[in-house]
């Protein structure tokens, strides 16, 4: 059965591939899983049908048969485990990639997720200024430790995994920041994770319902 999830009818990220539907897409291409895209906007998400599937009235959801997910992470984790590509064969690696799943989630984005908050939704109050420099010291302080982890190794545990995919998820969206540039080792891996072809047929993909043209190709 063909899955569908659902995406915003118009992406407040431009189609710059922030949005987290890209991340279900990206997962979905990597393992060769056809999938549907129910477009809904930012009215509908607060309407009964959509908070049946999102509790929270946001996206992306996934449903598949009567299997209904949310949570971006929860969904990346079923379709890891659906298709191996995405997940190694051999018990504590794996379990090793499902770690550094939740790595990316639990402890790089929520620093993220604040500087994002501080600059755009809170930039007008007048704690902000002091509020930056501490809350951009907090991210330094993890890319550190993961630019440290990663050493000169192409991806965090062997070979690309899921743990990869949500990593290099969270980390573009520091890109408009500089801050990505200053650990030219995180800025090597998340270039090598834009360049898997799988990534860039959800970037196209999510990119093409901004700007109303077909995905290349």
């Known amino acids: 059965m063909i899955p569908t999830i659902t995406a915003f009818e118009r992406s407040p990220d431009g189609g710059k591939g922030l949005a987290r539907d890209t991340r279900v897409r990206w997962a979905l291409e990597e393992a060769g899983q056809p999938y549907n895209v129910r477009l809904v906007s930012f009215q509908a998400m607060k309407e009964p ?5 999102h509790p929270f009235g946001q996206i992306p959801t996934y449903e598949e048969g009567d299997l209904a997910l949310f949570e971006t992470g929860a969904i990346v984790f079923h379709i890891a485990q659906r298709h191996p590509v995405l997940l190694p064969d051999d018990g504590h690696a794996r379990a090793r990639a499902i770690t550094w799943m939740f790595a990316a989630l639990s402890t790089i984005e929520p620093p993220i997720l604040e500087l994002v908050t501080a600059k755009f939704q809170e930039g007008d109050k007048p704690w902000t200024p002091e509020r930056l420099p501490l809350v951009m010291d907090r991210i330094r302080r993890r890319l550190d430790q993961l630019s440290a982890r990663l050493g000169n190794a192409d991806w965090l545990d062997g070979a690309f995994s899921a743990g990869d995919l949500l990593m ?5 969206r520091l890109r408009p920041s500089g801050l990505l540039d200053e650990f030219p080792s995180l800025a090597a891996y998340v270039a090598r994770g834009e360049a898997r072809p799988a990534y860039k047929r959800a970037f196209e993909a999510q990119l093409a319902v901004f700007t109303g043209q077909p995905p290349a190709g």
Do not use: I
């Open 49 to 53: 049908a959509h908070l049946r599937l």
């Open 168 to 172: 290099v998820s969270v980390l573009l």
